[in-house]
């Protein structure tokens, strides 16, 4: 079992950066991959990035790629998503996941565990 909760949501103006932190419970954070999703209101919930057990392995959805970076510090059963020069298409509340099958994942339903989300509101 593994609990996960999101913090480092908020509201900032266009161009401006965010650094979002889940923390996770239980002493196996390291056996799981991680992945980043967000849902805007009136949309589908879309992935955003996904870090590997090691940190070794990223990916990122194309709408974000080179704005954001996820990372992770094992010894902290943490995982980070840093973003930068934020735009206000990227309003949604960003949920992290905990995968544990092998190699990581753009696909939702692969994920065990979701954290309750946290807000985040860019505006023009």
């Known amino acids: 079992q593994l609990q996960l909760v999101e913090s480092g949501g908020g509201w900032v103006q266009a161009g401006g950066s965010l650094r979002l932190s889940c923390a996770a419970s239980g002493r196996t954070f390291s056996t799981y991959n991680m992945g980043w999703f967000r849902q805007a209101p009136g949309k589908e919930r879309e992935f955003v990035a996904a870090i590997s057990r090691n940190g070794g392995t990223t990916d990122y959805a194309d709408s974000v790629k080179g704005r954001f970076t996820i990372s992770r510090e094992n010894a902290k059963n943490t995982v980070y998503l840093q973003m930068n020069s934020l735009k206000p298409e990227d309003t949604a509340v960003y949920h992290c996941?905990?995968?544990?099958?092998?190699?990581?994942?753009?696909?939702?339903?692969?994920?065990?565990?979701w954290g309750q989300g946290t807000q985040v509101t860019v505006s023009s």
């Open positions: 996941a905990a995968d544990r099958a092998l190699g990581t994942t753009r696909v939702a339903e692969r994920y065990d565990y």
